[in-house]
C-alpha cells in the first residue's frame, strides 16, 4: 500500500441468480463494477469460481490494476471461520454442500487475502466502513428484508459466535404460545412478523378477521409490504395499525437487544426499512418503554446511510480491509 | 514477573457489609485473604479505600511482597469503562453519587494497575481464567441469586457495551400482557422468575391459586428457593413443577441468548444453580426445543465450577491479569 495513493478492496455480492463485483476505494467510492451469472453452472462449483476469478482480474485492468489489501465477499449460508458457503439453497453449485469458496477464489486470485460472510453481518461491517456506524464500535444492523437479519458488533468486532453463526436475531421467540410458523420451522420467530414478509401477512391475517374494517388492501390482487406502506401514507387505518404492529414488535424486541449488547445505535437496512418513520416511530416508541431506565433516551435507532444499489458490494467489500476490524483479522 | 516464579493478582470483592481480599495464583489457589468492613463509613469513601489499600498491602506482606500483575474489584453497579461505582445504595458511600474507586485504589497502592466490573462481569472472567469456561472464547456466564446477573464472553473479549452496562440478561422481557413486576421498575423481566426470589414468588402465587394441592409448602413461615427445592427432592409435585415452570422460562431465554452470540456454552453460577439437575433438565428441555436446527443438540449448560467460597475474591481477581483478555486490555 502507497502512503500517497488510495487504497483498494474488492467486493463480491453473491446472490442466486448474479454476482456482482465492485473495486472500492477506502472512501466508499466504486472505481469500477462488473456483473456476472451465478447460476447456469448446475453443480460444478469450479467453474464458476473460475470464472468469478477472471472477472475480477478483468474489472481490476479496467481501474489500473491497483494494489488489492483483499477481497470481501457476501454470501447466502457463508460461514467467516470456514470460509466456505454451506447448503444454500439457492445456489446450485452450493446446494447440498459445503463450498470453500475463500481459499478457492484465494488461489484462483495468486493468494489474497479472501475472507467470506454472510450477507446480514457484511451489511453491518459496510455500515461500520463507509455509512452511519462510522467511528461506531458498539451497535446492531438489522436487515428487514423478506426475511430478518442481523449483523452485531461489540467492542469493534463482530460477533460470530463459537460457530460463526451469531447474529440470527430474526429468531429469537416473540410468541411461545401462539406464534406464527416460520420458514425455519419454528414458531413464533421474530422474523415472522417483523419483516417484508411479516407485514404482509400481518394485512393478510387482519383483513380476513376483520371484515368489517374498509381498505384499499382489499382490492389488491397482491399483498406486499409496500402495498400496505402506500395504503397507510395515503391514510388507511388498518395499513398504519399495521406498521404501528410490526412497529412495536420490533421495538420490544429490541430493548431485549439493548439489555444484551447495550449498543450505541441500531441501524435499519434493507427494503422495510424505506419505510422511514411509519416504522421507525413505533419501534422507537416500544422500544423506549421496554428499556430499562439507565439506557432511556439514548440508544439511537437510525437509518443505514449505505447508497442502497451499491449496499451489497460495499458491504462485502469492507472485510476486505486489513485494518477495520483489527481484532477480527489477527 | 520472572519466568520461574508464580504469577500473582490481588481480587477484591466489596460487598454491602464487607470487602473480601485475595491475592491470587495463575492457577486459581489463593495464597492469602483477608476481610475488611465495607460498612462503617458513612459518605466517607476517601476512609475506606485508605483502609482497603493498608489491608492489601498488609496481606501482600503477609505472601512475601509478590510482584503484583494488576489488582481487580467487583463492586456492585461498577462500571468497567469509568472504573467507579456509580449509585450503589447498598454501599452508604457510594450512595446517591460516584466513586473512582479504581483510581482512588491505584493510588493509593503506588499506581498498580486496578480494574473494576460489576460481580456478574466478573465471574464470568473468573470462570474463563480458572472455571469451566478455561479455553473458551464463547460463552455466557448467568449468575442465579437474589437477581439474574449475566457477564457475556464474544470472541475472547467481554461484552462492556457502549456504555459499560451491557449483560443486563435478567431483564429481558418474558411476559409484555401480564408480566410480573421487577425491582427495575419494567414488568415481565426474566429475573422476576428465574432467580431465587423468582422461584419463591412462583411458589407463594401457585399456593395461593391452588389451594388443592397439597405441598409441605403450606407449613413454612417463610418460604425461599432452597425450601422448594428440599421439597421437590423430597417428592412434592408442586415444588417439583416450580422448578420445571422455571427452567422451562430460562431455557426459552437462552435459545434467544444463542440466536444473539451463538456460544459455546451457557454457565450456570450462583445459589439457585445448586438445584443442580432439577433446574438444569427443563433448562436444557426448553432451549433445545427453541434452538434452531444448526444448534441443537450443540450448546453445553454446564454448571459453575468456580469453588463457591471463593468464587467472588476469583472472579475479580482474573480482571487483573494481563494476558486473559487482550483485546481488553490493548
Known amino acids: 500500500m502507497s502512503d500517497t495513493g488510495n487504497r483498494y478492496v474488492v467486493g463480491i455480492d453473491i446472490g442466486g441468480q448474479t454476482s456482482k463485483i465492485g473495486v472500492v476505494r477506502s472512501d466508499g467510492s466504486i472505481a469500477g463494477r462488473r456483473v456476472i451469472r451465478t447460476d447456469g453452472y448446475g453443480t460444478d462449483a469450479t467453474s464458476f469460481v473460475a470464472d468469478l476469478a477472471s472477472a475480477v482480474k478483468q474489472l481490476l485492468g479496467e481501474c489500473g490494476d491497483p494494489l488489492v489489501e483483499g477481497v470481501g465477499v457476501g454470501a447466502p449460508n457463508a460461514n467467516y471461520f470456514s470460509g466456505c458457503i454451506v447448503n444454500a439453497s439457492n445456489i446450485s453449485w452450493a446446494s447440498g454442500t459445503s463450498v470453500p469458496l475463500a481459499q478457492m477464489l484465494s488461489s484462483s486470485l495468486g493468494g489474497v487475502r479472501v475472507s467470506l460472510t454472510n450477507d446480514a453481518n457484511a451489511a453491518a461491517i459496510g455500515e461500520m466502513a463507509y455509512g452511519a456506524a462510522r467511528g461506531m464500535k458498539d451497535f446492531i444492523e438489522i436487515t428487514l ?21 451469531a447474529g440470527e436475531l430474526g429468531h429469537v421467540c416473540i410468541d411461545h404460545e401462539n406464534g406464527r410458523l416460520c420458514g425455519c420451522g419454528k414458531r413464533g420467530c421474530l422474523e415472522a412478523y417483523a419483516s417484508s414478509t411479516g407485514v404482509a401477512r400481518t394485512a393478510k391475517e387482519w383483513l380476513e378477521a376483520r371484515p368489517e374494517d374498509p381498505s384499499p388492501l382489499r382490492f389488491l390482487d397482491h399483498i406486499n ?97 486489513n485494518n477495520l476490524l483489527t481484532n477480527n483479522d489477527q
Open 225 to 321: 409490504s409496500k402495498a400496505v406502506y402506500e395504503a397507510a401514507i395515503q391514510g388507511d387505518q388498518l395499513s398504519n395499525e399495521i406498521y404501528q404492529y410490526t412497529g412495536t414488535i420490533l421495538g420490544r424486541a429490541f430493548a431485549d437487544f439493548v439489555a444484551f449488547s447495550a449498543p450505541e445505535a441500531i441501524i435499519l437496512f434493507g427494503g422495510l426499512a424505506r419505510a422511514g418513520e411509519l416504522l421507525r416511530k413505533p419501534v422507537v416508541e416500544a422500544m423506549e418503554q421496554n428499556l430499562m431506565e439507565i439506557w432511556k433516551g439514548k440508544i439511537k435507532v437510525l437509518f443505514s446511510t449505505l447508497p442502497e444499489s451499491d449496499a451489497a458490494i460495499l458491504g462485502a467489500s469492507a472485510l476486505g480491509w
Open 145 to 165: 428484508g423478506t426475511g430478518l437479519g442481523s449483523g452485531i458488533v461489540c467492542g469493534g468486532q463482530l460477533v460470530y459466535g463459537h460457530d460463526g453463526h
